[in-house]
């Protein structure tokens, strides 16, 4: 499975981004996916998760302002960013994985490239 981030970019305090993550193909390799997050100098943090029946979880850090969706014909996952703050500033990485765990528990076995998200 290939992962590809795009939508990244500069935006200000308040506004809001759509990254979109496309999979190269819907197979059991995507039944869990996620978007995850790194900050220069700082851990990888899960921004959140969704399964194949659409549920979801998300950091506490962003609840309230980020949602994940799918559009499983498309082979599509999105992450609308709204309100955004300087603290979400970091490179932003799309992932699958073909567990049917609860998402949050999964180690994410595909990756892509990540997109950067600058909040300034």
């Known amino acids: 499975v290939q992962l590809v981030e795009s939508g990244g970019g500069l935006v200000q305090p308040g506004g809001s981004l759509r990254l979109p993550c496309a999979a190269s193909d819907y197979t059991s390799g995507t039944n869990s996916m996620a978007w995850f997050r790194q900050a220069p100098g700082r851990g990888r943090e899960l921004v959140g998760c969704?399964?194949?029946?659409?549920?979801?979880y998300y950091a506490d850090s962003v609840k309230g302002r980020f949602t994940l969706s799918r559009d499983y014909n498309g082979n599509l996952m999105y992450l609308q960013m709204n309100n955004l703050k300087p603290e979400d500033t970091a490179r932003y990485y799309c992932?699958?994985?073909?567990?049917?765990?609860?998402?949050?528990?999964?180690?994410?076995?595909?990756w892509g490239q990540g997109t950067q998200v600058t909040v300034s």
């Open positions: 992932a699958a994985d073909p567990s049917l765990r609860p998402c949050r528990q999964i180690e994410f076995t595909y």
């Open positions: 969704v399964d194949e029946h659409s549920a979801t």
